[in-house]
Each structure stands twice: as C-alpha cells, then as structure tokens.
C-alpha cells in the first residue's frame, strides 16, 4: 500500500530562519560598547521575531509589546555578558523566552511550568489508536487555521513548536533555550504536532458538519 | 485495533504502537518515513506521517507576523534615557532616534 501521493519533504530538513545578518557582529560590539545607533539597528534587525514569538505565545498585541519592550530592555542591560558562544539570534531569543515564561508563570497559569510542561506525560501523549482512515487531514489547512489550532496548544507544546518548526532552531538549541534535555525538546515537538492533528482534523470536522 | 496493524519489519513484527514509539526519533534522525515497511502496509499511521510532515510543512508559512508598534521603541528609549549610563559602563546621552 502506497503511503501517499505526495511525499513532503521530511520534516527535520526545514531551512534555518537565522542566517547570518550583514553588519550585525560589528552591531554588537558597537552596542556593547554603548553606541545608541547600533542598539537600534539590533533593535530593527530582531523586532519582529521577538514580537512575533511573544505575540503566539500570550495571543495579545498589548501584552506581546509589553514583553517585547521588555525583553529589548534585558538585552541593552545584558549586551555586554553576550560572548558569541551561539548566535545572537539565538542568545536573544533564549532572553525572550525566559521574559515570556517568567510573565506566563506571574499569571498564575500552573502548565507554563516548564518543569512540568516539558516533563513527557502519559496523559498527553500520542494516542496509539489513530482512529478510521477516512481522518486524515485533507491538505488544505491555510495559515489562519493554523495559526488558530496553534494558539490552542498548551503553552509548553506551542513553545517547543513555533521555536523548532516555525522558527527553524534545533533541539540542541531549544534545549538550551528551555533548559531541558534534547529528548525532552524533541518529545513536546511530537506532542505538539499530534495535539495539532488532532485540532486541525477536528475543525475539519466541525466545517464539514456545519 | 492497534495488533491488527501488526507487521514484519526487519524480520520483526512491528506493530502500530511500536511503530509510533519510534517516530519522534524516526523523524528527527533523518530517516526517511517512506522507506519504513511499517508505513507500506498499514494506512493508519502511514495518514499519520503524512499529516505530521504535512503539519510541519505548513508552519513554515506562519513566520513572519508583522512588527510591533513604534510605541514599543519609544517606551525603550524612554526607559534606557531614565536607567542612565550604559551597563558596559560608558555614559552616553545622546537620546536614541
């Protein structure tokens, strides 16, 4: 039996989205050394992932700016601890991350514990009994449906999504990110994705009931 | 349901369950899924593959959203003009435009 007509490509061979910027390490080093106009090109050259993230993250513009703000304000302090060990993209997202999960934990939501969201559960994870073959997604999912079934992850799932499928970074990086294991990051990215099967096929249902 | 998928892979019979277990680090090893005799028989998680690729694929599509509000930049500048000197130590007042 064929597996399909279409064969996407595999999953883990997706393109970086950060590759290396023009003139941003001479940015940095200037910025480290206090120079206002290159703080703002840094400013400029990573607005948008940061929002972006912040954004799918709390599901609120006004929130989302609140963190941003406050996450380019933790940068222009800690500029000068950054050693280039990893690329800046990745040691700026690692900030707004821990920006964004320190806000989701002060709201008192109990599963942003990363502790406790990355820990694998047996109660979250993937259903062994697939169901009837006649529920297979139907390859027409645009962009707002996914963003909407995104938004109904859990936190910790929809983290561990957005940084490795949409945004491109690697468990490895992730891990360091979240400070959890590999295996760790790479079981939420497979819970993530079933959980996000399971939404997407069930608006489908609900589309196809109405 | 889940032996009734049950197979020969390897010269081991492989079942749905088993198949599933090894997924995550199936897709993330570099493998390719269609090669998997699991998936040559057994349309249930041969969908599933092709959903999961499929869900992957389509995330691509959701960066990027757009940038925030030039009021986010006024509040830093505002905030960084009010914490004083920079924290590598050097004192810079020009105001940032």
């Given at each position: 039996m064929s597996t399909g007509q279409t064969h996407p490509k595999?999953?883990?061979q997706h393109m970086r989205r950060n590759p290396p910027i023009a003139g941003e390490a001479e940015a940095i080093a200037r910025a480290q050394a206090g120079d206002p106009r290159s703080f703002e090109m840094l400013y400029s050259l990573h607005k948008r992932r940061v929002y972006s993230l912040c954004l799918r993250m709390l599901g609120n513009v006004a929130e989302a700016e609140d963190l941003t703000q406050e996450a380019f304000l933790q940068l222009y302090r800690k500029?000068?601890?950054?050693?280039?060990?990893?690329?800046f993209s990745t040691w700026l997202h690692r900030l707004s991350v821990n920006v964004v999960l320190m806000h989701l934990r002060k709201k008192g939501l109990?599963?942003?514990?990363l502790e406790e969201t990355l820990e694998p559960s047996q109660d979250d994870g993937?259903?062994?009994?697939?169901?009837?073959?006649?529920?297979?997604?139907?390859?027409?999912?645009?962009r707002v449906t996914l963003e909407r079934a995104v938004e109904n992850l859990p936190p910790g799932y929809r983290l561990v999504f957005i940084l490795h499928d949409?945004?491109?970074?690697e468990h490895n990086e992730i891990a360091d990110m979240l400070a959890c294991s590999i295996g760790n990051s790479k079981s939420q990215l497979h819970k993530a994705r079933m959980k996000l099967r399971e939404l997407l096929r069930t608006g489908e249902r609900k589309e196809s009931a109405v | 349901m889940i032996e009734k998928h049950a197979n020969l892979q390897n010269g081991k019979t492989m079942t749905c369950a088993e198949f599933q277990d090894k997924l995550p680090e199936l897709f993330e090893s570099?493998?390719?899924?269609?090669?998997?005799q699991h998936l040559k028989t057994c349309e249930t998680c041969a969908a599933l593959v092709r959903d999961l690729e499929y869900i992957a694929q389509q995330a691509?599509?959701?960066?990027?959203l757009h940038d925030p509000s030039p009021a986010v930049w006024e509040n830093i500048q505002s905030a960084i003009h009010n914490d004083g000197d920079h924290p590598a130590g050097k004192s810079n007042d020009t105001p940032i435009k």
């Open positions: 595999p999953v883990h500029i000068g601890t950054f050693r280039g060990d990893s690329a109990p599963q942003v514990s993937p259903r062994k009994d697939i169901g009837a073959r006649d529920l297979t997604l139907s390859g027409s999912i645009d949409v945004e491109g970074y | 570099g493998h390719e899924l269609s090669n998997e691509k599509l959701l960066l990027p």
